[in-house]
């Protein structure tokens, strides 16, 4: 063979054993078959075997084998993104003439989405209080294909009763999916509390070092799977082997992390609770927070995102007081290593179940930096929100 020729042709390897612990990155977009028959069969391969790059590789199987077993499910679908998850899930569950339920706490995203791009596809959506349980019953018609639940909810927490929202959407026949990035499927199992479809933003706690984006979609059902990877291949969504190599690292090190998080934030929000300026502090394991007896029955643990109420008197300095926090960046993404804090530029959009609070709204993701080094930050933080704090809030207070 001549050298362009050697270039691209396999050599024979080294013959010793291998074996890391490592799980190897197999990158393709071609996939070669061994004979004619199999590659005019490979369309039946893109559920659980190999036949496109796009499909499947030996790595993403692994992540979706690994996710599959947490999640109790039958099979995990990974894709580019959590948003990606959600919109996949919604397109799969519901079809024109159809309607989807969203909580009034769902992830902001959605609402461009359901009033852009599902309403133009000629799927409804209407929003319902993340706290009515089983009362959700009187928000079901015979339209409705899809309940979505997110619990907690975005910014606010409350927390659902995500097992009687499943058994009155089921009674309906309508199917269920959660959003369950918060508590990841080590806190929180929604397919053994009644919901179809368990999706995860994986670029939260999963993959964990704020670097990788991709999302999961869980099911108990093999049929439903095959019509998410049905789905899937009509709109090009797959993942790389690279980016999946990332989230199976993040997934070997999740417990640990999540165990560290979330016994930081639970000190720090019950310690911010009685800081100036705080009005509330939301976060499940907090006993005044909504849902919190849900919590405890349903969940195992708590995570590491909080969210703060802050007194209208703080907004003119609020600015100032969270850009001085040395280890708190200002982002939105969270579950990485270090600590975030993101701030509502108003209260947050509620349209069926309105908030009381009108004051700012401060989230903190609590990342693992020593604990102590965390509440010193935020304590000259509030030092600076006291010492404008005018005399006629004192007064009230
Ligand atoms: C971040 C997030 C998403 C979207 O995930 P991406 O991977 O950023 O697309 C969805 N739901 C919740 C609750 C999130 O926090």
Not at 70 to 95: C, D, N
């Amino acid at each position: 063979m001549r050298d362009p020729t050697l270039c691209v042709t396999p050599g024979d390897g080294a013959t010793a054993p291998f074996e890391s612990l490592a799980v190897p990155v197999q990158r393709a977009s071609t996939i070669v078959f061994p004979t004619v028959a199999a590659y005019q069969g490979r369309r039946e391969a893109i559920y659980d075997g190999y036949s496109y790059g796009l499909y499947g590789t030996p790595t993403s199987r692994e992540l979706e084998t690994r996710l599959a077993r947490l999640e109790g499910a039958e099979r995990t679908l990974a894709l580019p993104s959590g948003f990606s998850a959600i919109a996949l899930t919604t397109l799969a569950a519901a079809a024109p003439g159809q309607e989807v339920l969203f909580p009034d706490t769902i992830y902001d995203t959605v609402r461009p989405f359901a009033d852009r791009f599902l309403a133009g596809l000629g799927i409804g959506s209407r929003y319902y209080d993340p706290m009515l349980g089983a009362a959700l019953a009187g928000e079901l018609a015979d339209e409705t294909a899809l309940v979505w639940v997110e619990s907690p909810g975005s910014m606010t927490m409350e927390v659902q009763d995500v097992p009687a929202i499943a058994t009155a959407a089921h009674a309906r026949g309508a199917k269920v999916a959660a959003d369950n990035t918060w508590a990841t499927s080590l806190r929180f199992k929604p397919l053994a509390h009644g919901v179809d479809f368990s999706v995860c933003a994986l670029s939260k706690y999963v993959a964990g070092h704020s670097d990788v984006m991709m999302g999961s979609v869980s099911v108990a059902d093999v049929d439903l799977y095959r019509r998410l990877k049905d789905h899937s291949r009509f709109l090009g969504l797959g993942v790389s082997a690279d980016e999946a190599s990332l989230v199976l690292r993040g997934l070997e090190t999740l417990a640990v992390r999540m165990d560290r998080a979330a016994a930081s934030a639970e000190r720090l929000a019950a310690w911010a609770a009685g800081q100036p300026g705080v009005a509330e502090v939301r976060f499940p394991a907090i006993a005044s927070n909504p849902g919190h007896a849900v919590f405890k029955r349903d969940f195992s643990g708590g995570a590491g995102l909080f969210s703060v109420f802050l007194e209208d008197w703080t907004r003119p300095v609020l600015a100032e007081a969270i850009e001085s926090l040395k280890l708190f960046p200002i982002g939105a993404s969270w579950g990485g290593t270090r600590s975030l804090v993101a701030v509502l530029d108003g209260p947050p959009l509620r349209t069926v179940a309105p908030l009381s609070h009108r004051g700012p709204v401060v989230r903190f993701s609590i990342g693992l930096e020593d604990p102590e080094d965390l509440q010193a930050d935020l304590a000259a933080a509030f030092a600076r929100l006291a010492a404008a704090r005018p005399r006629t809030a004192e007064r009230r207070a």
